[in-house]
């Protein structure tokens, strides 16, 4: 990794549900365990976001986000080409669940967020975040996007 990419370690999982059958695929991002994730969680600038929300996206909330997260996120989707790779499973009839737990979870919501805004003139229903905070998770607990 170029020293200038400071992201969290995430991988992207491509497969067939285990018991639907259904291709979906998963970026799971790591929660805090290196320096570089330190450094991330407490460069805690906040900076101006424009959230998309409604069914297609018609009402703009605006508020803020943790700046160095943020820009973590923007790296995975752009210098790693996540954002493409997602968009393309998406047209090709992918599920997509963006996975996290820690640092990952809010890198996973700020990139759902991201990919969402993109998806709305798309009208694609099938992407999701699912953040882990707690010792026990299940993904019926989980919001649905949307």
Sequence with gaps: MHYDVKCPAFALVVRLHPVTKQPEAILAIRGTQSAVDWSINVDDKMRPYTYRSGQYGEKEVQGSVHHAMMEGALKILDVFA?????????????????????????????????????FYEHKHDDLRAVSAVGAKYQEEDAPTGG
């Design 82 to 118: 996540m954002r493409e790779c997602i968009h393309q499973l998406v047209k090709n009839g992918f599920d997509v669940k963006i996975v996290g737990h820690s640092l990952g979870a809010a890198t996973a919501c700020l990139i759902a967020a991201e990919l969402r805004s993109g």
